[in-house]
């Protein structure tokens, strides 16, 4: 799914999003990346309509009307919300809400339990620990399939190896579905394993959008040029 | 037997009550917290300044409304069951609806967009509050019958305490006591307090536990 992003603003009591035009391409991976407090997650919430924006439009593959694309899109909040039963009917709700059989269900949850040591499905999810917590958040929208996937910060609270195995997911998700996915993260490195194009942004505006490889070796911006100049010394 | 009656008459008038201001206090209860409107939070400070409604000053109103004079004065409910109802449920909706919104408030957003966001309707998000803010609701409603239960001013005035008929717990415990019957008064008084603590235990147990309340 192609997201086209027109004038958009949004202020609380200072504008904290304001974009003129953001082209997000359909089935690839793109990393945002940026300061805290530069609008990245106002951003997500936005495409995903969580939050209203002031301003501006939003075009799913040229559909204006958020209400005919909204079972195209999931998104992972980064407090996202974990309902009180067993970390399986929390995966499995959405799946159950789109009219599923068991069977089908089972079937599905089966394609993703490779990636993950999944003991805890059974436990209650408000007892789970971040990590898991992670998890279900992420399985819970990862096995909907959607073409529009939107991750704030999927990996946060996740160990290494939950980590890489969430990459090799997200990766998995966009090949074998021509996902589009959209990930907010802080950790450069992970944006250079798994993004196609990377956006910065900086106090509300997209400053370097770019391919990946282009964004990582030859960025314009400044601020950019002196966060990825820092990273390298701290090599 | 006259105890018997008039504990059968205090359960029924307090339960009924508050199962009919839960019942409205859930249905508007949801209304504001899944809308936004202009007037909204005005609406909540008003109900909640009526929770602080004298019992009297409601029972007054009631009796107003019901009296021959009133505008439903022609039904001849005044000093009935039905009117003791009445003030009941007017006195404790506000409490259970105030409650129940304050504090499924912080999370009804969240509950709201989690469902719409995984696909689910209007009917899907109804089931998906009311199993998650079950503690709550429940809380609201147990608040709401200690209120019901242990009131003494509006059923006086409204249910005139005729025995046999609207005589309850608590206008028994008055009457007895302006009367000197102190042994009968106390007696009533403990059942009334082993009743409120049984109906609470009841409603305590079907709040559940918070699953990480015993964690630490």
């Known amino acids: ?235 | 037997m006259e105890i018997l009656k008039i504990v059968i008459t205090s359960l029924y008038v307090s339960l009924t009550a508050t199962f009919i201001a839960s019942f409205f206090a859930l249905v508007f209860g949801m209304f504001f917290l899944t809308k936004q409107f202009k007037l909204k939070d005005l609406f909540i400070k008003l109900f909640d300044s009526f929770t602080a409604m004298p019992p009297v000053l409601m029972g007054l109103l009631v009796f107003l409304l019901l009296s021959k004079n009133g505008p439903l004065g022609k039904y001849n409910l005044l000093f009935t069951p039905f009117a003791m109802i009445l003030a009941q449920t007017l006195l404790v909706f506000p409490i259970i609806f105030t409650l129940m919104v304050k504090q499924i408030d912080k999370n009804a957003l969240r509950i709201q967009k989690t469902c719409y966001m995984l696909g689910g309707r209007y009917k899907d998000f109804l089931t998906l509050i009311l199993k998650e803010c079950k503690n709550e609701i429940m809380t609201a409603v147990t608040s709401g019958f200690s209120r019901a239960i242990s009131e003494v001013g509006a059923v006086m005035m409204v249910g005139g305490n005729i025995k046999g008929y609207t005589r309850v717990m608590t206008t028994f415990i008055a009457l007895e006591t302006s009367k000197g019957n102190f042994k009968g008064a106390v007696l009533v008084g403990v059942i009334l307090l082993c009743i409120s603590f049984i109906v609470n235990a009841i409603l305590y147990n079907l709040k559940g536990r918070e699953p990480n309340e015993y964690l630490y």
């Open chain 1, 1 to 235: 799914m192609n997201i086209y992003i027109e004038g958009l603003l949004k202020r609380y009591e200072k504008t904290v999003l304001n974009i003129e035009k953001l082209n997000i391409e359909s089935g690839k991976v793109t990393a945002i990346l940026g300061l805290n407090g530069s609008g990245k997650t106002t951003l997500l919430e936005c495409i995903a309509n969580i939050k209203n924006k002031d301003e501006g439009k939003i075009y799913y593959d040229g559909i204006e009307d958020f209400e005919r694309v909204k079972n195209k899109i999931a998104i992972m909040q980064q407090r996202p919300y974990i309902l009180n039963m067993s970390a399986l009917d929390n995966i499995v709700l959405g799946l159950k809400y789109e009219g599923l059989d068991e069977k089908s269900i089972n079937k599905r949850i089966e394609k993703y339990k490779e990636y993950y040591n999944l003991d805890f499905l059974h436990k209650n999810a408000k007892k789970l620990s971040g990590g898991e917590t992670a998890k279900v958040a992420l399985l819970r929208v990862a096995v909907l399939e959607r073409p529009l996937l939107l991750l704030d910060e999927p990996t946060a609270n996740m160990d290494i190896e939950s980590t890489l195995m969430t990459e090799k997911l997200i990766k998995d998700i966009n090949k074998k579905n021509k996902t589009t996915i959209v990930i907010v993260t802080h950790d450069l490195f992970q944006a250079q394993r798994l993004a196609d194009l990377v956006i910065f942004m900086d106090k509300g505006k997209v400053i370097e959008y770019s391919l990946k490889d282009e964004f990582f070796s030859n960025p314009k911006n400044d601020l950019v040029k002196k966060i990825l100049r820092r990273s390298d010394k701290n090599d």
